[in-house]
């Protein structure tokens, strides 16, 4: 690929998603955009690219992104914040919501469903919070990883990714060589489309976010502005889960690294508005 | 104290794949090609974790888990299936004869550590 074509797939990434494309993943744009100019009927990647240099449609731009898109999951990815979430999250809930009984968690990016998934069983699994209303919304850039989220279909391989045999015997159900979630978890999960950088009014307030493995691919900016836009939808004794290889120092004041929670922020208070009981 | 793992395994490849794994994840290793093999092993040194294939001659894993669950100390190991059964039949056998983990082949690396840690072997 020619470095001015790099620059065209660089700034486009930039603008709409957020994505920062750095030279040394240049050999990514040949191998996962080849499909892409082919779908489009471009003859090849150097005629797709001259017609991004125009207007571009829509749907090409947003297949553009998702192919770029890194999709790395696992069931119970990191063990640690499922742990987190099971012996502080839900014991804070059921103190503190019991009289609304509701809560609202938000996967950022829920890839192909495994976090959310993921957190439905913790939450089966600990029954504290039974009969309560439950909603857990993933969302994610690519409608296609979405689709897969939404199928709840695994392969024999990325079951065993990180899941306990019990859970896979509880929830799972097997059919021919594939794993098929059980409607009963299937159902806790709403999947929607979103764009990190868009407006997040219109997901309503949240108590727990996990944003995991996704602002490293943003560039210091936009990290600091999607961190403060989900401050924003998060309730004020809410938490924030980020991936193991992110942090807010330097990027943000909006939350605080939770004392003895790796991987888990807080939003940081205003000190006039400090007591406040739910 | 370094923890001991006794790789039970027809295949002399899987047993070399899984010795490497085990070794690399901190762990002296011990090989057994049938489940006999493996009883004798554990009168002798019981180890502290057992990878266990299903199908092999003289005497078959889930064999093997029945009489090792009722030896003295026989419920110390931590038993963790690694077979090309695949099916849940076979997966709530081993659950119900005492193991503690079950994992389908292939496997990787990654699979084994996960497994490890979820069921005490190893620390995060």
């Keep these: ?180 979630i059980k409607p009963e978890i299937k159902n806790m999960i709403q999947y929607r489309y979103f764009n990190l950088l868009d407006s997040m009014t219109g997901l309503g307030r949240f108590d727990i976010v996990f944003c995991r493995n996704v602002l490293i691919y943003f560039d210091r900016e936009t990290k600091g502005k999607v961190l403060g836009k989900i401050k924003a939808q998060l309730a004020p004794d809410g938490y924030l889960f980020l991936g193991g290889a992110e942090t807010v120092i330097g990027i943000t004041d909006e939350f605080q690294a939770a004392p003895d929670l790796r991987g888990v922020y807080l939003p940081t208070t205003q000190a006039a508005a400090a007591p406040k009981t739910a | 104290m370094t923890k001991s793992c006794l790789v039970v395994d027809d295949s002399r490849v899987v047993r070399k794949v899984a010795r490497r794994i085990v070794e690399d994840l901190g762990f002296t290793c011990e090989e057994a090609e049938d489940g006999q093999k493996a009883y004798e092993h554990c009168e002798q040194n019981m180890p502290e974790a057992i990878l266990l294939d299903w199908n092999m001659p003289v005497m078959n894993g889930i064999d093997f888990l029945h009489k090792l669950r009722e030896m003295d100390n026989g419920a110390y190991p931590k038993v963790v299936f690694c077979t090309t059964e695949n099916d849940m039949d076979h997966i709530q056998r081993a659950i119900s004869g005492g193991a503690n983990e079950y994992i389908m082949k292939p496997f990787d690396s990654e699979i084994i550590e996960t497994k490890f840690k979820q069921i005490g072997l190893l620390s995060d």
């Excluded at chain 1, 660089?10 to 082919?38: H, I, N």
């Excluded at chain 1, 987190?84 to 829920?110: E, L, S, Y």
């Excluded at chain 1, 993921?118 to 504290?128: D, N, P, Q, R, T």
């Excluded at chain 1, 009969?131 to 024999?156: F, H, M, R």
């Design chain 1, 1 to 180: 690929m020619r470095i001015e074509d790099f620059d065209v797939y660089k700034d486009l990434l930039m603008e709409k998603s957020g994505l920062v494309l750095t030279p040394d993943k240049s050999y990514l744009l040949d191998s996962r955009l080849t499909p892409v100019a082919k779908k489009w009927g471009f003859e090849t990647l150097d005629k797709m690219s001259a017609a991004l240099r125009g207007v571009a449609d829509p749907g090409l731009i947003k297949d553009i992104i998702e192919a770029m898109t890194t999709n790395e999951t696992s069931f119970f990815r990191d063990t640690r914040p499922f742990d987190t979430f099971r012996d502080v999250m839900i014991p804070h809930i059921i103190k503190t919501r019991g009289a609304q009984r509701k809560v609202r968690i938000w996967c950022a990016a829920a890839s192909s469903g495994q976090e959310p998934y993921s957190l439905a069983m913790v939450i089966k699994e600990h029954g504290g919070l039974n009969g309560w209303n439950i909603e857990i919304v993933g969302t994610d850039i690519s409608t296609d990883i979405l689709d897969t989220a939404k199928e709840g279909i695994y392969s024999q391989f990325e079951v065993q990714r990180g899941m306990p045999i019990t859970m896979l015997m509880k929830y799972f159900e097997q059919v021919d060589e594939k794993w098929h």
